[in-house]
């Protein structure tokens, strides 16, 4: 039988579900539309089903509200605000844009959240910032995206490497498949996934976590009915490290998530 969540167990988890689905929404969004050409805004609701590797802990599925919003100069989606810095044009067919990202990261747990974290201290998310820089050619478009935990939780840091390529079908459906690499360093992956001494217990040793590297794996659809509405649909999976995994917190190798919703462009 499931234990009671508390409100801020699910309060977390809930945001911790919506920002994973924003961002993948809206990336489709901004994928498909042009250089933007004023300001753009972006309503509509959505559903997320996503499982954590924790030990016990349940799948989260919920209904969601999206919103975007860009302009010449900065884009947001969910947690995530990007500043746009001047961008590169290396031939005709070949450009670098960059910019300064920041995002509030809703990672983390309550003791409660599951029975294999019972008197475990709370893990919080917090603020993270740093830098993007994006390689846009006729192969795949190439992204790479460091940041840090400015905000003191973690005290982590991270570096993502990704590939993708997007296809269109006719006038209204767009197929985006993706790969990436995510490292994640001992300090983060240690906040999350490891066991201080004074939290070991005879099912849950002490465990001091090292950095690793997160593969993911996804494809993302999109639907454009017209230039207002769209649907979407994300499908992830990302293979955790063997420093995540031999966390004695974990009993998954992988986790996932399925994303759809319905977005309207102003």
């Known amino acids: 039988m499931p234990l009671p969540t508390s409100k ?14 924003v961002l993948g929404l809206c990336a489709s969004m901004a994928a498909s539309a042009d250089e933007p050409e004023g300001s753009q805004w972006g309503l509509g609701v959505g559903a997320v089903s996503s499982q954590q590797p924790y030990k016990g802990i349940d799948r989260d599925s919920e209904a969601l509200p999206l919103i975007y919003f860009e302009n010449e100069y900065v884009r947001v989606f969910g947690p995530t605000a990007e500043i746009k810095l001047p961008g590169l044009d290396l031939s005709e067919t070949q450009q670098l844009e960059f910019s ?28 993270w910032a740093g830098a993007k820089v994006k390689w846009l050619n006729e192969v795949a ?12 939780n973690s005290k982590g840091q991270r ?3 990704g590939l993708e390529r997007s296809w269109t079908f006719g006038e209204h459906i767009m197929l985006t ?8 360093d001992d300090k983060y992956v240690d906040y999350y996934f490891g066991v201080r001494e004074s939290e070991a217990r005879a099912d849950r040793a002490a465990y001091d976590a090292k950095s690793g590297i997160n593969t993911e ?6 639907y454009m009915f017209d230039d207002h509405h769209s649907v979407f649909l994300d499908l992830k999976a990302t293979r955790l490290s063997d420093e995540i995994k031999d966390s ?3 009993d998954r190798s992988t986790e ?3 994303l759809f919703g319905y977005l309207y462009r102003f």
Do not use: C, K
Not at 13 to 20: D, E, F, M, P, Q
Not at 177 to 184: G, V
């Open 8 to 21: 801020n167990s699910i309060a977390t988890r809930l945001t911790t579900a919506t920002s994973v689905f």
């Open 100 to 127: 300064i990202v920041g995002e509030y990261d809703f990672s983390g747990y309550d003791d409660d959240d599951a029975r294999i974290l019972d008197g475990m201290s709370d893990r919080d998310g917090g603020f």
């Open 141 to 152: 478009d190439v992204s790479a995206e460091w940041l840090a935990d400015v905000s003191g």
């Open 159 to 161: 570096f993502a490497l």
């Open 177 to 184: 498949p993706r790969l990436a690499a995510l490292w994640q």
């Open 217 to 222: 794996f996804g494809v993302r659809g999109n």
């Open 248 to 250: 004695p917190l974990v």
């Open 256 to 258: 996932n998530s399925v």
